[in-house]
């Protein structure tokens, strides 16, 4: 995680912006890597949360060998919103793939008057039409693709061909899709180490979103509705897509070492409009046909 060079280049962006000649809160220390960037970048002092007490433990040694301790006070406990007072920035990385798991939701400020970063987190729902003959390799038994699958209308003896001389076994024989929801295996690779269904939406749109700043005691779900009459008679992909954002810098977790979103599924031949919830504190994603 730490490695994870797309996410280290987007918090030291917005720290830099943000945290100079300040006292600062750290949301989840881990390592360290973020409050090293901010006193970087010019913090006067950061209070670091950590609940893990393996993790405060690393972090208290990382401390002491670094000589931080006038800069950084690492408490060991988990940080929430009405229950801390806050400093004049407060920054975290706790988030997971489905975006809300590791309770993010209940560290985001209440109301506007201190910066947090990142200060705006998001869902889109991205939808591209696709094959059915795509549709079904996604739905095989298995979660690697150890076999020759194009992806395009060609002679199915050429295929089983190129398979034999490769010595692989065919593909196994397709699933029949039925018209509906249709879930499938989220982490399924291939031989080449990428995700298809993540390649198919370079042809996808937003087709839903929402966006979230501040923590509500009351609201424990976003609903989003997809309007599908254009799809009918058609199979189509529908990936959730999470991500943070601070002004101009915006990073999607499935771009990272978070993996691809969770609970993406195939729409074959809707005959209603798709209700998408995505949970506030457990990210659970579930969908449903209708209102």
Same mark, same amino acid.
């Given at each position: 995680?730490?490695?994870?060079?797309?996410?280290?280049?987007?918090?030291?962006?917005?720290?830099?912006?943000?945290?100079?000649?300040?006292?600062?809160?750290?949301?989840?220390?881990?390592?360290?890597?973020?409050?090293?960037?901010?006193?970087?970048?010019?913090?006067?002092?950061?209070?670091?949360?950590?609940?893990?007490?393996?993790?405060?433990?690393?972090?208290?040694?990382?401390?002491?060998?670094?000589?931080?301790?006038?800069?950084?006070?690492?408490?060991?406990?988990?940080?929430?919103?009405?229950?801390?007072?806050?400093?004049?920035?407060?920054?975290?990385?706790?988030?997971?793939?489905?975006?809300?798991?590791?309770?993010?939701?209940?560290?985001?400020?209440?109301?506007?008057?201190?910066?947090?970063?990142?200060?705006?987190?998001?869902?889109?729902?991205?939808?591209?039409?696709?094959?059915?003959?795509?549709?079904?390799?996604?739905?095989? +038994? $298995?979660?690697?693709?150890?076999?020759?699958? !194009?992806?395009?209308?060609?002679? #199915? %003896?050429?295929?089983? =061909? @190129?398979?034999?001389?490769?010595?692989?076994?065919?593909?196994?024989?397709?699933?029949?899709?039925?018209?509906?929801?249709?879930?499938?295996?989220?982490?399924?690779?291939?031989?080449?180490?990428?995700?298809?269904?993540?390649?198919?939406?370079?042809?996808?749109?937003?087709?839903?979103?929402?966006?979230?700043?501040?923590?509500?005691?009351?609201?424990?779900?976003?609903?989003?509705?997809?309007?599908?009459?254009?799809?009918?008679?058609?199979?189509?992909?529908?990936?959730?897509?999470?991500?943070?954002?601070?002004?101009?810098?915006?990073?999607?977790?499935? +771009? $990272?070492?978070?993996?691809?979103?969770?609970? !993406?599924?195939?729409?074959?031949? #809707? %005959?209603?409009?798709? =209700? @998408?919830?995505?949970?506030?504190?457990?990210?659970?994603?579930?969908?449903?046909?209708?209102?």
């Amino acid at each position: 995680m730490i490695n994870d060079f797309m996410r280290n280049q987007f918090y030291d962006r917005i720290l830099s912006r943000y945290v100079a000649s300040q006292r600062c809160t750290d949301i989840g220390f881990g390592t360290g890597l973020l409050s090293i960037l901010a006193l970087k970048h010019g913090a006067e002092h950061v209070r670091a949360f950590e609940s893990d007490h393996n993790r405060y433990l690393l972090g208290r040694e990382i401390i002491t060998r670094l000589k931080l301790q006038n800069q950084i006070e690492l408490i060991h406990d988990r940080y929430v919103a009405r229950t801390h007072a806050p400093t004049a920035v407060t920054f975290t990385e706790t988030v997971n793939g489905n975006l809300w798991w590791e309770g993010l939701w209940n560290s985001l400020p209440t109301q506007p008057g201190h910066i947090f970063l990142p200060g705006e987190y998001f869902l889109e729902l991205w939808a591209v039409e696709v094959s059915d003959d795509f549709a079904r390799g996604l739905c095989r +038994t $298995g979660q690697t693709q150890k076999y020759f699958a !194009p992806g395009v209308d060609i002679d #199915p %003896e050429f295929v089983a =061909v @190129v398979d034999a001389l490769a010595g692989r076994e065919p593909a196994p024989e397709s699933p029949v899709l039925s018209p509906g929801i249709v879930q499938f295996q989220r982490q399924q690779e291939t031989d080449w180490g990428w995700i298809p269904y993540m390649r198919a939406l370079q042809a996808g749109s937003v087709v839903a979103k929402y966006s979230a700043k501040y923590h509500g005691d009351d609201q424990t779900e976003f609903v989003l509705t997809v309007l599908t009459d254009k799809w009918r008679n058609k199979t189509v992909l529908i990936v959730p897509r999470m991500g943070m954002q601070q002004d101009q810098d915006r990073l999607y977790l499935d +771009t $990272g070492h978070w993996g691809p979103g969770e609970n !993406p599924v195939l729409l074959v031949n #809707p %005959e209603d409009n798709l =209700v @998408v919830k995505h949970h506030a504190t457990s990210g659970k994603i579930t969908y449903k046909l209708g209102t």
